[in-house]
T-cell receptor, first 109, second 115 residues
Framework: GQNIDQPTEMTATEGAIVQINCTYQTSGFNGLFWYQQHAGEAPTFLSYNVLDGLEEKGRFSSFLSRSKGYSYLLLKELQMKDSASYLCAALDSNYQLIWGAGTKLIIKP | NAGVTQTPKFQVLKTGQSMTLQCAQDMNHEYMSWYRQDPGMGLRLIHYSVGAGITDQGEVPNGYNVSRSTTEDFPLRLLSAAPSQTSVYFC??????????????FGAGSRLTVL
């Protein structure tokens, strides 16, 4: 079956760096998305990776290893507003999104 | 631009009642979809549409109907509500399909409780 695994919850300190991991098993693969979702709000797009390597976008970076079925989202210089859930989603061979349950990130001052 | 607009934001139903969740987008997106989000689970696709007059089932379509008579609107109908349909529902759209060039824009969500 198809599956996405990511940690349920993580805690980090304001100003620090945190890495949120995601492993996926899908029927075929056409890319991996990261979305951010603040409590009670809609998910918003953060990044998309389809080739191996690191994509950097300001304080946020996303990494993909297709051979390992693995991705991570790296958040630097954490701010209180980064407290949110981070959703990992893989695109399978039929261009259907398979979503993880999300990682709730708690930022402490 | 308003983006993706969902109504209502909150709704309480009794078992067996029917209702329609409205979704409208003003971005001229061809692709529209409905998801439900439950605690401890990933978003699950209910129905989707790749254009006016075309709809298809997603992962969890039972108990729900959709139609797409215009590019802008994609209502989700609950035919006979059940407690298992208590969830947060999101409408999402994209320019065309889902890939790196067509990311999803989500509505603010509709929280439905079925008693």
């Amino acid at each position: 079956g198809q599956n996405i695994d990511q940690p349920t919850e993580m805690t980090a300190t304001e100003g620090a760096i945190v890495q949120i991991n995601c492993t996926y098993q899908t029927s075929g693969f056409n890319g991996l998305f990261w979305y951010q979702q603040h409590a009670g709000e809609a998910p918003t797009f953060l990044s998309y990776n389809v080739l191996d390597g690191l994509e950097e976008k300001g304080r946020f970076s996303s990494f993909l290893s297709r051979s390992k079925g693995y991705s991570y989202l790296l958040l630097k210089e954490l701010q209180m507003k980064d407290s949110a859930s981070y959703l990992c989603a893989a695109l399978d061979s039929n261009y259907q999104l398979i979503w993880g349950a999300g990682t709730k990130l708690i930022i402490k001052p | 631009n308003a983006g993706v607009t969902q109504t209502p934001k909150f709704q309480v139903l009794k078992t067996g009642q029917s209702m329609t969740l409205q979704c409208a987008q003003d971005m001229n997106h061809e692709y529209m979809s409905w998801y439900r989000q439950d605690p401890g689970m990933g978003l699950r696709l209910i129905h989707y549409s790749v254009g006016a007059g075309i709809t298809d089932q997603g992962e969890v379509p039972n108990g729900y109907n959709v139609s797409r008579s215009t590019t802008e609107d994609f209502p989700l109908r609950l035919l006979s509500a059940a407690p298992s349909q208590t969830s947060v529902y999101f409408c999402a759209s994209s320019q065309g399909g889902v890939d790196g060039a067509n990311v999803l824009t989500f509505g603010a969500g509709s929280r439905l409780t079925v008693l």
